[in-house]
């Protein structure tokens, strides 16, 4: 399974921002899919996660309402959508599929496959 993350960039702050994931080699609808991201001088930390069936989402506490996972099934890619970016949301962020069939996964370790990361940076 290989994943490319894309859609970073420098944006300014308050506005939106969507992330995408393309998954190639591998069957999209048997894992869960996920978005982490590392800020610079910091632990890589969870963002969001959606279920292989889509029908199940689990969002980070800082979240609060900004940030939107979704999948298109046809096109096996994964989005993050970020509203009202803040400086704070700057990270590079990295996609991941997790071997869960149904499930979400918030753990690092429960990913099997990572991209190499899209870099966000906002600017006030």
Do not use: H
């Not at 994931?21 to 996660?49: D, I, K, L, N």
């Not at 989402?57 to 096109?75: L, M």
């Amino acid at each position: 399974v290989q994943l490319q993350a894309f859609g970073g960039g420098l944006v300014q702050a308050r506005d939106s921002l969507r992330l995408s994931c393309a998954v190639s080699r591998g069957t999209f609808t048997r894992y869960a899919m996920g978005w982490f991201r590392q800020a610079p001088g910091q632990q890589r930390e969870f963002v969001a996660t959606i279920s292989s069936t889509g029908l199940s989402e689990s969002y980070a506490d800082f979240v609060k309402g900004r940030f939107t996972i979704s999948k298109d099934d046809a096109k096996n890619t994964v989005y993050l959508q970020i509203n009202s970016v803040k400086p704070e949301d700057t990270a590079i962020y990295y996609c991941a599929a997790a071997a869960i069939v149904g499930g979400t996964a918030v753990e690092e370790r429960e990913y099997d496959f990572w991209g190499r990361g899209t870099l966000v940076t906002v600017s006030s």
